[in-house]
């Protein structure tokens, strides 16, 4: 380490603590989340919290492990600096300080668990805010205990960062002296240092470095301040720095004295200082600068004092003069101090283990020994004969084979002669014994020496295996365990091995090794608990599950589809299925069908809806026929108990109302339902002919049609009692209903003034059309007019009231006294009736308080009717609107739509789940004359 490198810790003012605290309080303020509200769930007002305390502790850990990191260890750094650094900051301070870095550390990482485990159980907002203060307070509190190690710290960061950068291994020169005798003129005369200097004692207090060049090398020059005569113990820590370096740094000490005695210290005390700091020089080349010889010379000296330095001198130290004044002798003494150095330097690498113990030692490789002349005779080399003569040989030899080399260093006339020389000893066969025995002397090296690598190989072989087994185990196992192997052990051992079972054993063992499947999706314990499905549940076997599912289907369509006069009957369509397919089977093993009561009931509610139900053939009435049916008929209620989700009200309306529609014609229809012949098919056909043929007739001539009914009705009415009466009011009932179906669909596909037009050419079908829904209305649990009635009665009297599509008009009937009713139809059916097209009203604009749409909106110019109803209507005036739910697509949409036409919705309730009433009120601005939504589904019934 040649220099403390210290780098800055975000820590920089007086005031260390406070400023840490500060910066890694903004910073947690800063980079974690800012706002959270009491909405929020538990778990993220949690994290939200938990977060500024692990953050806050993260940079404390941070900041602190940095500081902890960042300041030398002292155990790692060069002895000089450790004592440099014990003699400056003190040691047991310096480690203590550090210490308490690290317990803050730890304590602030167990404050930040502690808190981030108890925050799991904060069950607020608040208490979560406390928690993290909490946390906060403590880190931060405990941070400023450390308030005095952390000033410390600081303090010796910045010294450090002063201390002058001193390699310890480089080559270096230290002046050292007393104070005042010069050392800082010398440093700043041989180098470029710019030590101060002045006439008085410790001008210089700490270590100051100067370089300078010599020899091609880079030298360190160290100035210290002066040192005093005496005890260690007594000494400052001024002098303490010199003596560090002096103790601890391989250099060339150049120890310097005044020999003018200027610097107040005599001679012979500047010899005494030497002495006695002279074991810091042990080893090191020292050398004894005699200064300031500008104002004395060493021979200008008293006697005394030159055999004061007579004896220093003769004591082996070097005595050289100079003068930094007049830099006489300087250069002298900064060569001869680095010459000295560098000299010891070369005697210790060449003393090192390095070179010198080991065989291949540099020393060894490089010295070369010359044995010193002991006397002046000459000893000429002995050389053998046989060694004299081969050198020749191989000279020459050697010379033959490197024509290269030769060409280099011979002359062209000196290597032909050679050449020639050569190939005369060739031809002379002078080289063919001397080459054959250095040959075989060749191979036998050769031998030797691969039979020694052999044997090394060997022995390297050995040690291995001794350390230990270097093939891997599986290996060593899969060679070993064979069957082979297995079946002579066992034969060893005395124990037979079946064939068979080796078979299955080499079968086993051939087999290759399958990993696991692992299963995915969850465990079979799991699904074993998990309940089953509710559609399966009950349900005996997969045909019956596509029944039901089939009638399930089936019934979803029938919600869709059902108008207000279907609703209500539609749960009992459904039930109806049901029972025949159940005792379907029943039928099959001769039973009686108590389904065909409910099945006429059905037909005869909905104009021959159930065709299927209808040709059913019917045995010969039979008295126990009859008591079987009621007993089927009380089995069919018994099963309609079976649906909990039926409207148990409507169930029982219904199913009055259809006991009292079937009267009498019941025990008739029950004699039919009581067998099948085989003719079913023929007269089912017939039957469906025969009322195709009259609802032709009606729909071409609507008056015809109805005087044939009419005419058929007479007939048959005289035979009431009869079987044919029954069969007849059966199919009037369903001609009605097939021309009522008719004509609903026609004024719910046209515009209202191709309604009018038709019902101008056919008067008739209107009643048709009215007679056929004063009968489905009849059935309805609750009728939207109801509750319009009920409403205009509680308004105040001598309103304006436009009904329109009033069919016959049952508002001005019922509130007429009250308010100035005027009722509008395609028809007029009675005298309060005015028959117009709705879209055009004979009525002057903002006459009218309240418009009322009852079950009215049927023609595809639905827009026409909402623009007329609000042109008739006063500003503040209010549009009722009252339709089948399923008819909207959106109801929130149409009512969007409709306020955009110059409305402000007042009120939207659903009556029961069938009607949906709307209140308006007119405004006067009109946001868009074409929204969009504004759109009501025809109420078609069923095609059969
Ligand atoms: N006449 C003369 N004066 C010298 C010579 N060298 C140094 N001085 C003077 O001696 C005084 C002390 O010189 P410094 O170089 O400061 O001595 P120092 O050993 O560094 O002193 P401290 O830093 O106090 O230990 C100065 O006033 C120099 O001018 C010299 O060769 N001849
Ligand atoms: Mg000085």
Redesign the pocket.
């Known amino acids: 380490m040649t220099k403390l490198k210290l780098s800055k810790y975000g820590v920089v003012s007086d005031e260390v603590c406070e400023e840490l605290k500060e910066v890694c309080l903004s910073k947690t303020q800063r980079k974690t989340p800012t706002v959270v509200h009491r909405q929020y769930s538990i778990g993220r007002i949690r994290a939200f919290y938990a977060r500024k305390i692990k953050f806050l502790q993260q940079t404390l850990h941070d900041k602190l492990t940095q500081i902890i990191d960042e300041f030398p260890k002292m155990e790692e750094v060069h002895p000089f600096y450790a004592d440099l650094m014990n003699i400056l900051y003190d040691r047991d301070h310096y480690k203590i300080a550090l210490g308490q870095m690290n317990t803050a550390r730890h304590l602030i990482d167990g404050i930040a668990r502690e808190y981030c485990r108890l925050m799991k159980y904060a069950d607020s907002l608040y208490r979560c805010k406390m928690l993290k203060r909490a946390a906060l307070g403590r880190m931060v509190k405990l941070l400023r205990r450390q308030k005095s190690s952390f000033e410390y710290l600081e303090q010796v960061r910045q010294h450090l960062s002063r201390l002058p950068s001193i390699d310890p291994n480089n080559r270096t020169l230290i002046l050292c002296?007393f104070?005042?005798?010069?050392?800082?003129?010398f440093i700043n005369t041989v180098t470029r240092a710019d030590v101060e200097?002045?006439?008085?004692?410790?001008?210089?207090k700490a270590l100051y470095v100067g370089h300078l060049d010599y020899k091609f090398l880079r030298w360190q020059v160290i100035d210290t301040?002066?040192i005093l005569d005496q005890p260690l113990e007594e000494r400052n820590t001024i002098e303490m720095q010199a003596v560090t370096a002096l103790a601890h740094l391989k250099a060339a000490i150049l120890y310097?004295m005044d020999i003018s005695e200027?610097c107040d210290k005599t001679l012979a005390e500047q010899i005494h200082l030497f002495e006695s700091i002279r074991p810091l020089f042990a080893n090191k080349p020292v050398l004894v600068a005699l200064?300031?010889t500008?104002?004395i010379t060493r021979a200008e000296l008293p006697a005394e004092k030159e055999a004061m330095l007579a004896a220093l001198e003769k004591d082996g130290v070097p005595l050289l003069e100079m003068?930094?004044?007049s830099k006489t002798g300087v250069v002298e003494i900064r060569d001869r101090a680095c010459d000295d150095l560098l000299a010891q330097r070369v005697e210790t690498k060449l003393q090192a283990k390095k070179t010198t113990v080991s065989e291949g030692g540099v020393l060894n490789r490089v010295f070369v020994a010359y044995p010193e002349k002991r006397d002046e005779v000459v000893r000429a080399p002995f050389i053998p004969e046989g060694v004299l003569h081969r050198r020749v040989k191989g000279t020459v030899h050697n010379a033959g084979r490197g024509d290269q080399i030769a060409r280099g260093f011979c002359s062209l006339i000196k290597l032909a002669a050679l050449l020639e020389e050569e190939e005369n000893l060739k031809a002379a066969g002078e080289y063919d014994e001397d080459l054959e025995s250095e040959d075989e002397e060749l191979a036998e090296n050769a031998r030797k020496i691969a039979d020694k690598e052999e044997e090394l190989r060997f022995m390297a072989r050995e040690k291995k295996s001794l350390n230990g087994k270097r093939t891997s185990r599986s290996v060593t196992r899969k060679r070993e365990r064979t069957m082979d192997k297995l079946e002579q052990t066992m034969g060893e051992l005395g124990v037979e091995i079946a064939p068979k079972r080796m078979k299955h054993l080499q079968e086993m063992a051939g087999r290759e090794h399958t990993v696991k499947k692992m299963k995915v999706g969850p465990s079979r314990s799991l699904s074993a608990n998990r309940a089953e499905s509710r559609d399966k549940l009950g349900i005996r076997d997969e045909k019956m599950v596509k029944g039901n599912k089939f009638k399930q289907k089936e019934g979803d369509k029938k919600l869709v589809k059902l108008d207000g006069v279907k609703k209500p009957e539609k749960p009992k369509t459904v039930v109806v299925v049901e029972k025949s397919a159940e005792e379907g089977r029943k039928e099959k093993k001769g039973e009686k069908k108590p389904k065909a009561v409910v099945v006429v009931e059905m037909s005869e509610k909905e104009g021959g809806k159930e065709k299927k139900r209808e040709k059913k053939p019917v045995s010969e009435p039979a008295p126990e026929a009859v008591s079987k049916k009621e007993g089927g008929g009380e089995e069919a209620e018994g099963g309609k108990k079976k649906r909990p989700w039926r409207n148990k009200l409507r169930k029982a309306k219904a199913k009055e109302a259809a006991r009292a529609e079937r009267g009498e014609n019941m025990e008739g229809v029950e004699e039919e339902g009581g067998g099948e012949g085989e003719g079913e098919k023929k007269k089912k056909k017939k039957k469906k002919k025969k009322r195709n043929a009259v609802l032709d007739e009606i729909i071409k001539d609507g008056k015809a049609a109805t005087g044939r009914m009419d005419e058929e009705e007479e007939e048959e009415g005289a035979a009431s009692s009869t079987k044919g009466d029954a069969k007849l009011e059966d199919a009037k009932e369903k001609i009605k209903g097939g021309i009522f179906r008719y004509i609903n669909e026609q004024l719910y596909t046209v515009k209202s003034a191709d309604a009018v037009e038709l019902f101008k050419k056919e008067p008739d079908s209107f009643w048709a059309y009215h007679e056929g829904f004063a009968q489905q209305t009849k059935k309805w649990p609750n009728h939207p007019l109801r509750l319009i009635i009920q409403w205009l009665l509680s308004k105040e009297s001598g309103k304006v009231v436009f009904d329109l599509g009033c069919g016959e008009a049952k508002i001005a009937e019922a509130v007429g006294k009250r308010h100035d009713v005027r009722s509008f139809d395609l028809v007029a059916v009675n005298e309060r009736v005015t028959a117009c097209d709705m879209a055009h009203l004979p009525e002057k604009d903002g006459t009218a308080d309240i418009v009322v749409f009852c079950l009215s909106l049927m023609g595809t110019n639905l827009l026409d009717f909402i623009r007329e109803a609000r042109r008739v209507l006063k500003t503040g005036g209010i549009l009722k609107i009252a339709e089948v739910t399923s008819r909207f697509v959106n109801p929130k949409m149409f009512v969007d739509a409709v306020c955009k036409l110059g409305f402000q919705v007042h009120e939207r309730k659903a009556v029961t789940d069938y009607f949906i009433i709307m209140q308006f009120i007119k405004i006067d601005k009109v946001e868009n004359k074409r929204p969009y939504g504004l759109v009501l589904k025809p109420c078609l019934y069923k095609k059969r």
């Open positions: 002296g104070p005042n005798v010069g050392k800082s003129s200097v002045q006439p008085y004692a410790f001008t210089t301040p002066g310097v200027q200064n300031k500008d104002i003068s930094t004044v």
